[in-house]
T-cell receptor, first 116, second 117 residues
Framework: AQTVTQSQPEMSVQEAETVTLSCTYDTSESNYYLFWYKQPPSRQMILVIRQEAYKQQNATENRFSVNFQKAAKSFSLKISDSQLGDTAMYFCAFMKGQGGSEKLVFGKGTKLTVNP | DGGITQSPKYLFRKEGQNVTLSCEQNLNHDAMYWYRQDPGQGLRLIYYSQIVNDFQKGDIAEGYSVSREKKESFPLTVTSAQKNPTAFYLC????????????????FGEGSRLTVL
C-alpha cells in the first residue's frame, strides 16, 4: 500500500519570503502522479500543482514549484514570494497512474501561516 | 458555473440516527468520491464510484453507505453503526482516467460538518 508522509504539521513564513513544505512517499509503482492540494480556511480544496512520475522536469505553476526526487521518493513544494492568501492547509497526495481505481492517498497535511 | 455542491454545510445529529449528506456535480465527471477529514488525520477515503450504479469501499467504509443512481449525484449516509461520526466530510469528482481524462485532478465541494450530540 502506498503511504504519504508530511513531517511538518505546522509552518510559518513571513510575507514575501520563500517556504518549502516536505513530502515523502512510499510505493513500488513505477508509474504514478503526485499532487499538492491547498485547503484555505474557507475549506474548499483546490489543486496547486501536479507532477507525473515519468517526467524528470519539475513542475511549476507561477510562484509554486516542486522538487521531485524520484529515487529518494521525495516531493517538496516551494512557495516563492509568499502571500497572505497562501495561508492554508497543504496536502501532498499520491495516485497510481495505471488507471484503475484512481484513488488518491493523502498525507496528513501541513498548516502554513503567512505572517504580515 | 460548473462545480460540486454539498449540503447541508452544517448538520447536527443525535446518537442512533442516520443522516444523509448530499453531493451533486455538474461537471459531467464520471468518478465521485467521499472523504472524511479529521484534525491531524488528513483525508481518508470512505467510498468512491467510477460509474453509475457501481461503487467501491474505500479505507474506512464501515458505518457508511452510498448510492450512485445518477451520474450527477453521490449521496453519503452516515448510519448509526458509525462509532465516531463527528467529522468534516468532503465530496469530490474527477474525470475517469479510463475514459480519456488524463489530469487525475480531483474537484472538491465545500464540505459538510457533521456533529453528533
Amino acid at each position: 500500500a502506498q503511504t504519504v508522509t508530511q513531517s511538518q504539521p505546522e509552518m510559518s513564513v513571513q510575507e514575501a519570503e520563500t517556504v518549502t513544505l516536505s513530502c515523502t512517499y512510499d510505493t513500488s509503482e513505477s508509474n504514478y502522479y503526485l499532487f499538492w492540494y491547498k485547503q484555505p480556511p474557507s475549506r474548499q480544496m483546490i489543486l496547486v500543482i501536479r507532477q507525473e512520475a515519468y517526467k524528470q522536469q519539475n513542475a511549476t505553476e507561477n510562484r509554486f514549484s516542486v522538487n521531485f526526487q524520484k529515487a529518494a521518493k521525495s516531493f517538496s513544494l516551494k512557495i516563492s514570494d509568499s502571500q497572505l492568501g497562501d495561508t492554508a492547509m497543504y496536502f501532498c497526495a499520491f495516485m497510481k497512474g495505471q488507471g484503475g481505481s484512481e484513488k488518491l492517498v493523502f498525507g496528513k497535511g501541513t498548516k502554513l501561516t503567512v505572517n504580515p | 458555473d460548473g462545480g460540486i455542491t454539498q449540503s447541508p454545510k452544517y448538520l447536527f445529529r443525535k446518537e442512533g440516527q442516520n443522516v444523509t449528506l448530499s453531493c451533486e456535480q455538474n461537471l459531467n465527471h464520471d468518478a465521485m468520491y467521499w472523504y472524511r477529514q479529521d484534525p491531524g488525520q488528513g483525508l481518508r477515503l470512505i467510498y468512491y464510484s467510477q460509474i453509475v450504479n457501481d461503487f467501491q469501499k474505500g479505507d474506512i467504509a464501515e458505518g457508511y453507505s452510498v448510492s450512485r443512481e445518477k451520474k450527477e449525484s453521490f449521496p453519503l449516509t452516515v448510519t448509526s453503526a458509525q462509532k465516531n461520526p463527528t467529522a468534516f466530510y468532503l465530496c469530490a469528482s474527477s474525470i475517469d482516467l479510463r475514459t480519456g481524462g488524463n489530469t487525475g485532478e480531483l474537484f472538491f465541494g465545500e464540505g459538510s460538518r457533521l456533529t453528533v450530540l
